[in-house]
């Protein structure tokens, strides 16, 4: 099992920034990969940003250029910097652990954390 712990959400305005973290614990050396999941009201849970043990990362369109994903392999944390965020960033973000290869499949899931940007 890996327990994942988050941190970091709010309320901000638009046009700000914000930074998750996202501890994990646990049995770490059966994951590859981790990821950050969001999913807003009435809308579908999305993969926003994937990175690999070797640091590879992937982002989905809508954030590109805008949030970054980093981890600090020594303290088993993984970030998301969120810079000029929108209002359609406004969503439950999940972080997440699990397997990379052809993609990404998640298995082990936070307890999630609010982000809401106002206008």
């Known amino acids: 099992q890996v327990q994942l712990v988050e941190s970091g959400g709010g309320l901000v305005q638009a046009g700000g920034s914000l930074r998750l973290s996202c501890a994990a614990s646990g049995s770490i050396f059966s994951i590859n990969a981790m990821g950050w999941y969001r999913q807003a009201p009435g809308q579908q849970r999305e993969l926003v940003a994937r990175i690999s043990n070797g640091g590879s990362t992937w982002y989905v369109d809508s954030v590109k250029g805008r949030f970054t994903m980093a981890r600090d392999n020594a303290k088993n944390t993984v970030f998301l910097q969120m810079n000029s965020l929108k209002r359609e960033d406004t969503a439950v973000y999940y972080c997440?652990?699990?397997?990379?290869?052809?993609?990404?499949?998640?298995?082990?899931w936070g307890q999630g954390t609010q982000v809401t940007v106002s206008s």
């Open positions: 997440t652990a699990g397997s990379f290869s052809l993609g990404y499949s998640p298995r082990y």
